[in-house]
Antibody
Framework: QVQLVESGGGVVQPGRSLRLSCAAS????????MHWVRQAPGKGLEWVAV????????YYADSVKGRFTISRDNSKNTLYLQVSSLRAEDTAVYYC???????????????????WGHGTLVTVSS | QSALTQPASVSGSPGQSITISCTGT?????????VSWYQHHPGKAPKLIIY???KRPSGVSNRFSGSKSGNTASLTISGLQAEDEADYYC??????????FGRGTKLTVL
């Protein structure tokens, strides 16, 4: 069955960096676009970033553009999110999610997110 | 897609039916049959419960059903159970490239 397992979260000071990972299994990882979605305490789900199946297209929410970098290693069935220049408002549980959709040269579009991981908590605090 | 409007909260008693609405525009919900709904218990992975407006993934209870009329989609939960208490999010495909979700609805089972 499909499994997505995030790791790499923790407590980090403002301005510092972390790399989050998402290990995927149970499906052909290299065939699907993958996403990061986060939930801050007391808030709803916020889409963060997407990477196309082959890594050629990457798009970000305005709130993280220029600070976060999404990547993937299809040989390791692993998705990454490098989170840098962290701010207090980046404190959240970060989920990776598999989606049915497609990417073009200008954007990605999602029909639905069919599988999610349990998330990894990032706490930005001095 | 913060433009998708959901009620902040709904409640119902065990055995009852409840409906959660999700209102968008002709550019999202009204324009495509790609509305999806997600159930999220705090501390757990969000779960897809409805896709393509009214389809249920394998393993999802038939107590969950989805529909759409114009620019508004709806999630109905029948035979309410304590385990249904969770947050519910809607989203819709759109060509605007917005990948966000509705603001979420907290369901309380009384």
């Amino acid at each position: 069955q499909v499994q997505l397992v995030e790791s790499g979260g923790g407590v980090v000071q403002p301005g510092r960096s972390l790399r989050l990972s998402c290990a995927a299994s149970g499906f052909t990882f290299s065939s699907y676009g993958m996403h990061w979605v986060r939930q801050a305490p007391g808030k709803g789900l916020e889409w963060v970033a997407v990477i196309s199946y082959d890594g050629s297209n990457k798009y970000y929410a305005d709130s993280v553009k220029g600070r976060f970098t999404i990547s993937r290693d299809n040989s390791k069935n692993t998705l990454y999110l490098q989170v840098s220049s962290l701010r207090a408002e980046d404190t959240a549980v970060y989920y990776c999610a598999k989606a049915e959709g497609y990417c073009s040269s200008t954007s990605c579009h999602v029909y639905f997110f069919d599988y999610w991981g349990h998330g990894t908590l990032v706490t930005v605090s001095s | 897609q913060s433009a998708l409007t959901q009620p902040a909260s709904v409640s119902g008693s065990p055995g009852q039916s409840i409906t959660i609405s999700c209102t968008g525009t002709s550019s999202d919900i009204g324009g495509y049959n790609y509305v999806s709904w997600y159930q999220h218990h705090p501390g757990k992975a969000p779960k897809l419960i409805i896709y393509d407006v009214s389809k249920r993934p394998s393993g999802v209870s038939n107590r969950f059903s989805g529909s759409k009329s114009g620019n508004t989609a709806s999630l109905t939960i029948s035979g309410l159970q304590a385990e249904d208490e969770a947050d519910y999010y809607c989203r819709s495909y759109t060509l605007s490239a917005s990948l966000g979700f509705g603001r979420g609805t907290k369901l309380t089972v009384l």
